[in-house]
């Protein structure tokens, strides 16, 4: 049977058509195929070594050398590193105690010297009665100016103190980092106690 030319014309133009849609479809689906799909994680998950943190209680978060220098050069910070706070802060407030005392010392020697040569005229006429100025002795002599450098040492010397006590604490802290708290019974007239000694 042999078709005409409009009927092979419709025929193509189906035939095109279902090959447009195939296409259509076919690209619709892959989308959805790829997201259906899951890759498989476990295949190439690769173990992670851990990293290696020391969770030994009887290692000190710092040596004892370099907390010694921590807290000499800052006093405090060895001891806030070792987990001493209250030790820290003693440290630090004598350390800012001293620094004041310091800076109100040195201007109590500063002025001192300034006035030093300070007079005050009291009189124009001496006892007798002839003309004379007579003046005062002057305010800051020399037994005061020296007291008051001395107060400036003084302040001087609690600071380095603190310093050296600051780092021989955190040495020692650091030392004895293993000696934890000890727990014991103890008899008592009334029964028994539990006794906890304190860590260091």
């Known amino acids: 049977m042999r078709l005409s030319k409009g009927a ?6 189906l035939t095109r058509s279902i090959v447009e849609l195939a296409a259509v479809a076919a690209a619709l689906a892959s989308p959805l195929v790829a997201r259906a799909q899951k890759p498989d994680s476990t295949a190439r998950a690769v173990p992670t070594p851990a990293p290696a943190t020391s969770t030994d209680p ?11 220098a921590y807290s000499f050069l800052v006093p ?18 004598v350390e800012a105690v001293s620094l004041g005392m310091i ?11 300034r006035g030093s040569s300070d007079s005050l005229i ?6 007798a009665g002839n003309p004379a100025v007579i003046k005062s002795a002057p ?4 037994a005061y100016r020296h007291t008051r450098a001395a107060h400036v040492e003084d ?10 006590f600051s780092g021989a604490d955190a040495f020692v802290s650091a030392h004895l980092w293993d000696v934890g708290p000890r727990l014991g019974l ?5 029964g028994t106690a539990v006794v906890a000694s304190m860590k260091w």
């Open 155 to 164: 302040w001087i010397a609690l600071l380095v103190a603190n310093h050296l």
């Open 122 to 127: 009291v009189s124009y006429v001496d006892d």
């Open 58 to 68: 009887f290692t000190p978060p710092i040596t004892p050398r370099r907390a010694f």
């Open 8 to 13: 092979k014309r419709a025929k193509r133009a």
């Open 139 to 142: 305010r800051f002599d020399d």
């Open 103 to 113: 800076s109100e010392s040195g201007a109590d020697v500063h002025e001192a010297r």
């Open 76 to 93: 405090g910070y060895g001891q806030s590193v070792l987990g001493r706070h209250k030790a820290a802060v003693a440290f630090l407030l």
């Open 186 to 190: 103890r008899m008592l007239p009334h």
